[in-house]
């Protein structure tokens, strides 16, 4: 859920987180986040960890060769 919160924070400056829950949705975990715009207002978006691509890997040297 931390990692939902920190993403979140990161792609929507401005934005107020005002509450973060976990919840089922299609038999699926999903974090719902409850943040205010800069705007003042009130927005729900839901993250779903196990939908994200995996982390990009950084390239090493044995990638190169």
Known sequence: MADSVRRFERDHRGSRVLSVER?????RDVNRIKAMDDRGRVRVYVDDPQRRPPPRRAPTRDDHD
């Not at 919840?23 to 038999?27: E, I, L, R, V, Y």
């Open 23 to 27: 919840m089922q949705s299609d038999g």
